[in-house]
């Protein structure tokens, strides 16, 4: 699977982002899609999961009610809308892949850079 993640950007505290995640190699049936961070001099951090096929949602606490993950299974992509952003936001965000047979995620895409200004 390759992924290829784009949309990141500069924007002021409040405000909101599209990050868009392109997806391609192999059908993604049995494929969770991922959203994880990672922010300076901090660990790579979870922020939310699709179950391709169904749908289903999984987001980190300090995201949920202001993030969205969403797929469009047509053009083979992820979103990750972000609303209400807060400097705490800033990170490199990744898309990643796995399986539903797997806990690890083991395809990345590079990652795109968001600041969010004080």
């Known amino acids: 699977v390759q992924l290829q993640a784009s949309g990141g950007g500069l924007v002021p505290a409040g405000g909101s982002l599209r990050l868009s995640c392109a997806a391609s190699?192999?059908?993604?049936?049995?494929?969770?899609l991922g959203w994880f961070r990672q922010a300076p001099g901090k660990e790579r951090e979870f922020v939310a999961r699709?179950?391709?096929?169904?749908?289903?949602?999984y987001y980190q606490d300090s995201v949920k009610g202001r993030f969205t993950i969403s797929r469009d299974n047509a053009k083979n992509a992820v979103y990750l809308q972000m609303n209400s952003l807060t400097p705490e936001d800033t990170a490199v965000y990744y898309c990643?892949?796995?399986?539903?047979?797997?806990?690890?995620?083991?395809?990345w895409g590079q990652g795109t850079l968001v600041t969010v200004s004080s």
């Open positions: 699709v179950l391709w096929s169904g749908g289903n949602t």
């Open positions: 990643a892949a796995r399986t539903v047979f797997r806990d690890e995620y083991s395809y």
């Open positions: 190699g192999r059908a993604l049936n049995t494929y969770y």
